[in-house]
């Protein structure tokens, strides 16, 4: 996972090379948030992890999206120069012209959110709603995460996430509505994709990765960490142990599908929990990993509310772990019912960052050890459980741990879904199915 520091320098070529250089790139699900979110705020921010595609993405809009059609500009702060005169004189350089202004990687200038937000004001006061959409930025860190950014752009600015691909987006014809079936669940007309959960495991990562052979691809991924624990990082914080991040992002991936406990991630790294959980959340905050975060309501002390870690990318997460997906399947069934679980809370996450229907993505656990994998709830309080199987039949045990939730829920349980490597949907009962895991990209 570890590359010598003389490489460090041809790594950071390679990624600027990339860039510049680009395949053909394919339609990013999101575009129409992005355009909509333009329509009504005067600033909008796309995060996301490095190579996730949004200087790909933003520079296709320009022709979209620049006002009287003209296309917008576009700017990068990795370039020096650019940032220097972000730097030296920001109002300057945020007015240069009467157009939208696109800006890749906002986040290596972060005085220019102070003069944003000036800007974006005075823009209101002189031209009403006609100032919306003049600023599309994109930055590699979740603004969220850092408040004395973020509050101060508070109703001025949509934030948005672009996560690397999923499945469905690199499967031509796909229909794309997955997560509205399992919202709904309607499952009627599901046909066999044809792709093996290898494969489509395989597809629902970076963009730079999709033609990538396996070897290939671990080259890129020693020099995409290298290049955030060794650069990136140092954007965000001022960290005295920076040689522990690298053991952190192993910790993580071991732990993947599992509660969080801060104290013994710290335990192991030699450090104190407070610590811990601050070079935790430096990781999340370049989404290296996330967190889902427990259901729970009024109903006593039995539900577990510590969220459970993920990692963004679970072709990431072999890497890290050296592991191979077909060695897992045949020879650690149970570490490869990790895996899985990793994909599907991925391909989940980056579906509700783009579908229009409202949704949170939760896990549900009692202290007695009863659980569900995810729950999705609408801002209704409809809930569906979903629980995560690698074995390709299911019984009726695979569904104790929906049984005890759906009591809890009540009328909000609209049904529950065991998710498996077989081909057809079969029913289990009143609101309970068997489900194939290509419903997820299609």
């Not at 300057?92 to 986040?107: G, K, P, R, S």
Request: charged content about 20%; proline content about 4%.
């Amino acid at each position: 996972m570890q590359i010598k520091s003389q490489t460090f320098e041809i790594i950071m070529l390679y990624f600027k090379f990339a860039r510049k250089y680009k395949m053909a790139t394919l339609p990013r699900e999101i575009t129409p948030r992005i355009l909509e979110a333009l329509r009504v705020s005067p600033i909008v921010y796309l995060n996301g992890a490095r190579q996730a595609g949004k200087s790909t993405l933003v520079q296709e809009l320009t022709g979209k999206i620049g006002i009287d059609g003209t296309p917008a500009r576009y700017v990068t702060f990795d370039r020096p120069t650019q940032m220097a005169a972000a730097v030296a004189a920001p109002e300057a350089f945020l007015t240069a012209d009467n157009n939208t202004l696109i800006i890749d990687e906002v986040q290596m200038v972060p005085e220019l959110f102070r003069t944003l937000k000036i800007v974006a004001d005075e823009l209101r006061i002189k031209a009403g709603a006609s100032a919306n959409g003049r600023f599309l930025l994109t930055g590699s860190a979740n603004i969220l995460a850092l408040p004395k950014l973020s509050d101060a752009l508070v109703g001025r600015m949509s934030v948005l996430t672009l996560y690397p691909f999923s499945t469905a987006e690199t499967i031509a014809g796909s229909e794309r509505n997955g997560l509205q079936r399992l919202l709904h669940c309607d499952f009627s007309g599901l046909a066999n994709s044809g792709i093996s959960i290898f494969d489509a495991v395989r597809r629902a990562s970076f963009p730079e990765l999709l033609h990538k052979n396996e070897n290939e691809a671990g080259i890129w991924f020693d020099g995409y960490i290298t290049m955030l624990l060794q650069r990136d990082v140092r954007q965000f914080a001022d960290l005295e142990k920076t040689h522990l991040l690298p053991h952190l992002l192993q910790l993580l991936a071991l732990r993947a599908g599992s509660l969080l406990n801060d104290s013994d991630l710290a335990r192991d790294l030699g450090m104190n929990s407070v610590t811990g959980k601050s070079y935790r959340n430096i990781l999340k905050m370049m989404f290296l990993n996330f967190d889902v975060q427990p259901w729970y309501r009024n109903v006593g002390k039995r539900i577990v509310k510590a969220p459970k870690n993920y990692m963004t990318d679970t072709l990431l997460l072999c890497h890290i772990l050296d592991w191979r997906l077909p060695d897992l399947a045949s020879k650690r069934p149970e570490l490869f019912g990790k895996v899985l679980e990793n994909f599907v809370a991925t391909e989940l996450t980056k579906q509700l960052s783009y579908v229009p229907e409202r949704a949170q993505l939760l896990h549900f656990r009692t202290s007695d050890g009863k659980e569900v994998d995810f729950i999705l709830e609408k801002p209704d309080g409809s809930v569906v459980a979903i629980e995560v199987k690698s074995t390709e039949s299911v019984t009726g045990n695979d569904f104790k741990g929906i049984y005890a939730f759906a009591e809890l829920a009540g009328t909000d349980f609209v049904g529950g879904v065991v998710l498996y490597s077989g081909k057809e949907v079969v029913p289990f009962g009143k609101h309970l199915w068997a489900v194939p895991y290509s419903v997820l990209w299609q």
